[in-house]
């Protein structure tokens, strides 16, 4: 009978390192990312993490079992690479509320990262905190009558988290958010002080002393488990994991923060520690995050179901490559280094082991075509230039929006997509771009160039 894979099996990690780290929303890419950087740290015995689960609790009813081991497929031309990942020390639902509060309390907790998608920050049109969205709403008038009380939105479990960090008389400790986000520190900065501006005005204080907010980069393909993720897993280990990660061999990650209570040597295993994320980020959300948005609703509308069929379609590596360029000639980087970075783009996303799916790029593209695309277009309708390649990725969404190609999983999508099926392609245009950003709408040479564009990719 296959064992299940499980700590002190036939040489696997059978201790767990002391948890200094609470992630929040546990899934695939923080542990073929994060976690994985973590387990190759030279200090890694000192540094586990104790991960909890989005909304959903799959992810601990898969890990828990398995002590919070898994495997991760690196799949490359050569070949596959697995390796057995224990820097996951606890896996724990959302819902158990009191274990975060319980880590948290801890003086030795040093860091808290998250993955919670660019939906979870829950911000609002100017960029604040949402305080009108009802589970942040409810979470602040739960917090108001009781410290303790269970919440469900990331900015508020931050907030309950530190007021119970503050009771307990703990100090210094780092937020790191690993979300596509511009300057996501300061995102995470900014919402958590409104949520507790909102909640308990003495602890705003608090926190500009104790807590820094560390800023972040973060890249590497990882799509979604299969059944033959688990099957080679099997086969070759001789366990029985039910919650493998599949991983492309490239990985980056650039960070800067000052972290008062220390974190593992995560530059020992390739993350570069900088004084500046904001030119790596600038180039990875507007070259990768920016392409692999358009791939997901152009490609997939086109009937490709994977990043490497749709990037094979030469009509759409041709719009890629022309919103490429519309995106360097904004980007203020050495062109020789941008060029090699497309370049490593192309064979990244042309390699078939790499099962990426577009309707898993697909999802809340409300939340982020405005940080992927709008840059961009932006930055060339400033200097009075028409970028059909940024007017390609928003006809594609349309598209999506309209039920065409990849299906809708977008939670903040519902007056775009209103707007989109309320008449013809060439009549909602104008209303869907509106409620993506106030004023786009009006830009009638732009909305007729996304008209055109979506003739173009059902054409």
């Not at 894979?5 to 929303?25: F, T």
């Not at 890419?29 to 104790?50: K, L, M, S, V």
């Amino acid at each position: 009978m296959t064992q299940r894979l499980a700590r002190g099996l036939d040489g696997l990690p059978a201790g767990s390192a002391p948890v200094r780290i609470v992630h929040l929303g546990v899934g695939n890419f923080h542990r073929a990312h994060q976690a994985w950087y973590t387990h190759q740290a030279p200090d890694a015995e000192e540094w586990g993490i104790a991960a909890f689960t989005g909304r959903r609790p799959d992810q601990a009813d898969a890990l828990g079992p398995q002590d919070g081991l898994y495997t991760l497929i690196t799949k490359s031309a050569a070949g596959d690479e697995l390796e057995v990942i224990s820097s996951i020390v606890a896996v724990h639902p959302a819902t158990d509320h009191e274990a975060y509060l319980t880590y948290l309390e801890d003086p030795a907790l040093a860091v808290v990262t998250l993955t919670v998608t660019e939906h979870g920050y829950r911000r609002d049109a100017v960029g604040n905190l949402d305080l009108t969205a009802d589970d942040v709403a409810a979470d602040v008038t739960a917090l108001r009558a009781d410290p303790r009380a269970v919440v469900t939105s990331a900015p508020m479990k931050l907030v309950a988290g530190l007021l119970a960090r503050r009771a307990a008389g703990a100090t210094a400790i780092t937020i790191l958010p690993c979300d596509n986000l511009p300057d996501n520190g300061d995102v995470a900065r900014a919402l958590v002080l409104g949520g507790a501006a909102a909640v308990d005005e003495s602890l705003v204080p608090w926190i500009e002393q104790h807590v820094d907010f560390a800023t972040s980069m973060v890249d590497r393909i990882t799509p979604a488990t299969t059944d033959d993720d688990r099957a080679l897993v099997e086969q070759r280990l001789g366990y029985a994991d039910a919650s493998p990660v599949p991983t492309e061999p490239f990985s980056e990650w650039v960070i800067s923060g000052t972290f008062p209570n220390g974190r593992p040597r995560w530059e020992d295993a390739g993350a570069q520690i900088v004084d500046d994320v904001a030119p790596h980020e600038r180039r990875k959300l507007w070259l990768l995050n920016g392409s692999h948005s358009q791939l997901a609703y152009v490609g997939s509308a086109r009937g490709h179901e994977t990043i490497d069929a749709a990037i094979a379609d030469p009509q759409c590596r041709a719009w890629v490559e022309q919103y490429w360029d519309e995106a360097e000639r904004n980007l203020g980087l050495p062109g020789e280094e941008v060029q090699a970075y497309r370049a490593a783009l192309i064979a990244r996303y042309e390699n078939p082991r790499v099962r990426h799916l577009t309707a898993q790029i697909a999802y809340d593209g409300s939340q982020k075509l405005p940080v992927r695309t709008l840059p961009t277009l932006n930055a060339d309708r400033a200097a009075g230039r028409l970028p059909t390649g940024c007017a390609t990725t928003l006809a594609g969404w349309i598209l999506h929006l309209r039920g065409i190609g990849a299906p809708v999983q977008d939670a903040g999508a519902g007056p775009a997509q209103e707007a989109a099926n309320a008449g013809d392609a060439a009549d909602v245009a104008g209303a869907v771009l509106e409620t993506l950003q106030p004023g786009l709408g009006e830009d009638t040479e732009l909305v007729a160039a996304v008209v055109a564009q979506a003739g173009a990719i059902t054409t």
